[in-house]
């Protein structure tokens, strides 16, 4: 099984910064893609950020203020928030896709974390 756990959420000003972090784990796992979601209570979860093959996009309400980037060795993909606004509290969210072994077959993934909340006060 494949899990994902996401961290480094917290209680900051306005315009400090957070790093989060979303590590996946599992028997022989690959990741292709992980990405970024926020979701407030109530709202759809929307997209933030992705990276798959070294390669990042991201919404453009987050560029040049959020930075995706993985470490594959670690198997942690990071999400760097700078100038962080009281409208980017959230509850935060990763998304994982790849594929692992089980029962000695390769099987594909898609996890979720369990979230991490940031709140940005003002």
């Known amino acids: 099984q494949v899990q994902v756990v996401e961290s480094g959420g917290g209680l900051v000003q306005a315009g400090g910064s957070l790093r989060l972090s979303c590590v996946s784990s599992g028997p022989d796992i690959t990741v292709i893609r992980s990405g970024w979601y926020r979701q407030d209570p109530g709202k759809e979860r929307e997209f933030l950020a992705e990276i798959s093959g070294g390669v990042p996009i991201y919404r453009d309400f987050v560029k040049g203020r959020f930075t995706i980037s993985r470490n594959n060795a670690e198997n942690t993909t990071y999400l760097e928030m700078n100038t962080l606004k009281p409208e980017d509290s959230a509850e935060y969210f990763c998304?994982?896709?790849?594929?692992?072994?089980?029962?000695?077959?390769?099987?594909?993934?898609?996890?979720w974390g369990q979230g991490t909340q940031v709140t940005v006060s003002s």
């Open positions: 998304q994982v896709s790849g594929v692992f072994r089980w029962s000695g077959v390769r099987r594909p993934f898609a996890e």
